[in-house]
């Protein structure tokens, strides 16, 4: 076991917060936490999966450091995104007598993550949250920037807030227990990052994915401060995503729409986001602003971690089609006068949003990432 910690530092003038990532972070956070939750009341907002895995293993530490402590569980992954869950979960909130000093604890992934982090922007107006992200992609993204939000039939993720964690406890540990696919779909993001940050952030990836995805602590902490640090940095220079926070939206025009043509739940997130990254940056070369040897070596690493590496090796019962995902992207939150916002490569480290790229580029690009062979 490895006892290095790596703090990564969102900075928010008086909401600013730090991140902070290490092994075993549940059993020995004491210190970390003790400022926030110590002689206060705290309730542990997580699923039955999490609770019976790893709740025990925080549990200590909430009994040393807490006034009382509750445990409310929501159901496991989206489900628990709904009016219904809020709703109930917010009532649960009232029943356990709880009041404006009480922290909430959001343990688990970014579902549970993002529906606790609304209950705790909503409970008399708002009360501090702690997020204890458990799965790679939440460790990287959803846990940091402060956004949360639920699902309605109109769509994923349209009613929701900003609230800002007081911390966030990254314990790579906690991903001992997570299922590979989502493990992976999580590294999806980090290669997103690593495009975001630079050549030798990307360089890097490319060298220890196979430590790191084989959970070797040192290199899984190593990438997911590079996950974490990208994210802060952006939300820390556009917390309300008016600007620069769309850059950390890498591949996600084209994720966006996988997701909704393949029907929500069918595609893991990360799995998406990983064939959207390789059509942004065939699109980017088709367009001339990157050199094509950087589409290929994007892809060349998604293959290499067995990420899809291309529309066509996306699961799906039909073909794909271009067209659909054209009209997925018109249709899309981020999509502005009826102008798709693409985030392309100049090269590495060097992303730009364009809300001029013609409807044909786009299909061309399409075209040759969906079809199968
Ligand atoms: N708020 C944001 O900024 C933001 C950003 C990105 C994504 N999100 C949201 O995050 C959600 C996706 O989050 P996710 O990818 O973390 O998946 P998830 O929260 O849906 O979790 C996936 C499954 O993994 C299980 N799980 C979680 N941690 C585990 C562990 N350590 N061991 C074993 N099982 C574990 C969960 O019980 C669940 O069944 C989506 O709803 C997405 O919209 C939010
Ligand atoms: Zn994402």
Redesign the pocket.
């Known amino acids: 076991m490895t006892n290095e910690r790596r703090t990564v530092r969102v900075d928010l003038g008086e909401r600013g917060y730090d991140i902070v990532i290490g092994e075993r972070l549940l059993e020995t956070a004491e210190d970390v936490l003790a400022p926030i939750v110590a002689g206060r009341r705290a309730v542990v907002v997580t ?1 039955a ?2 609770r019976d ?1 790893h709740l025990p293993r925080l549990a200590a530490v909430l009994d040393r450091l807490c006034d009382r402590w509750d445990t409310v569980t929501v159901p ?3 489900d628990a ?1 709904s009016f219904r869950e809020l709703e109930a979960l917010l009532h649960r909130l009232l029943d356990l007598g709880i009041d404006r000093s009480t922290v909430l604890v959001a343990f ?5 993550g ?1 529906v606790a982090g609304f209950a705790a922007a909503l409970f008399m107006r708002g009360i501090d949250l702690v997020q204890i992200p ?2 790679l ?2 460790q990287v ?2 846990a940091v ?1 402060g ?3 639920i699902n309605t039939p109109h769509g ?2 349209l009613v929701g807030t900003f609230h800002q964690p007081r911390i966030v406890l990254d314990d790579v540990s ?2 001992e ?3 590979r696919r ?1 493990l992976l ?2 590294y999806g993001e980090v290669v997103k990052c690593g495009l975001i940050r630079g050549e030798a952030e990307f360089a890097w990836l490319e060298e220890n994915a196979p430590s790191l995805l084989a959970l070797d602590a040192g290199p899984l902490i190593e990438a997911v401060r590079m996950g974490c640090g990208t994210k802060a940095g952006i939300v820390a220079s556009d917390e309300r995503d008016r600007g620069d926070r769309a850059l950390v939206n890498l591949g996600h025009t084209f994720a966006h729409a996988l997701e909704a043509e393949a029907g929500y739940g069918a595609l893991l ?1 990360g799995e998406a986001v990983a064939a959207g990254l390789a059509a942004a940056t065939a699109l980017s070369a088709r367009l001339g602003h990157c050199d094509p040897r950087v589409a290929e070596r994007v892809r060349g690493h998604l293959r290499a971690v067995r990420l899809p590496d291309r529309v066509a090796a996306l699961a799906s019962d039909r073909p794909w089609d271009p067209r659909a995902l054209l009209t997925h992207m018109a249709h899309d939150k981020k999509t502005v006068a009826g102008r798709i916002h693409f985030v392309l490569l100049r090269g590495i480290g060097s992303p730009f949003v364009d809300g001029t790229v013609p409807g044909q580029a786009v299909l061309d690009v399409l075209d040759g990432e969906c079809r199968r062979g």
């Open positions: 699923d999966v999490i895995a496991a992954g989206e995104k688990g992934g970014g579902a549970v993002d458990t799965t992609m939440s993204d959803s920037g956004k949360n939000a994923k993720n906690v991903l227990s997570l299922p989502e779909s999580g997130h």
